[in-house]
C-alpha cells in the first residue's frame, strides 16, 4: 500500500464515515453455484453517501497485461480526501476467458473486493437486513479459516475444467460441504473461470 506523506485527516475522516457504512445486501444471485453476494452496486450503496459526507472519495483505475499466456485484470483503488490526503493498493486477478465478458466480469470483481476491503463494507443477508432495520453494521470479521485440505481439493476441483462443464458440476455436488463453502466466499473469481473454461471444452 502507497499513502500521502500524513494521514490524519484522512484517517479522521474514514473512523466518522465508518460509524454510518451501512452493510452490503446479497442481492445478486450466482445460478451455478446457487448462492447469493454483494454486487458492485450494491456495496457502493452500502457506503456512497458515508463517504460524500465526510469528503472521501474512491477512484479505480483498472489496466490489463498478458501474463503466461492469458490476461490479468489489475484495479488500483484510491481513497482520497478533500484535504488532498490518500491512500492506495492495487489488486490483480486472472481472466478467466480472454474475452470482453472475462475482462468486464475480473473488472468488477476486483473493483467490488477492493471497494469493500478499503471502507470497511461487510456483506448482510436480506432478511437479516430486513429483520434488524435501522441498525448499521461496519466490517469487523476476521479472514475465514482455510479448512483442512481445501489447497489439495480445490487444485484437483479446478483441474476438473479440462473435462467438460457435467464434469465439473459433478466434482462440485461430489464434493465435501466445507470445501465448496470456502470456495464460494472466498475464490468466486477462479470457480466462475473454471466454469467458463469447462463451458468451452468440446
Known sequence: MTTSDTLNELATALAKAQGTIKGAIKDADNPFFKSRYADLASVWDACRGALAANGLSIVQAPRASAFEGGWVIEVETRLLHSSGQWMADSLSLPVGKPDAQGVGSALTYARRYALASFVGVA??????????????????????VVPKGFDDWWADFLATADEGLPALEAAWKASDAKYRDHATKCDRAKLDAAKAHAKGVQ
Not at 126 to 141: H, M, P, Q, R, Y
Open 123 to 144: 456483506p448482510e443477508d436480506d432478511d437479516g437486513n430486513a429483520a434488524v432495520k435501522g441498525v448499521t453494521a461496519v466490517s469487523t470479521s476476521a479472514p475465514p
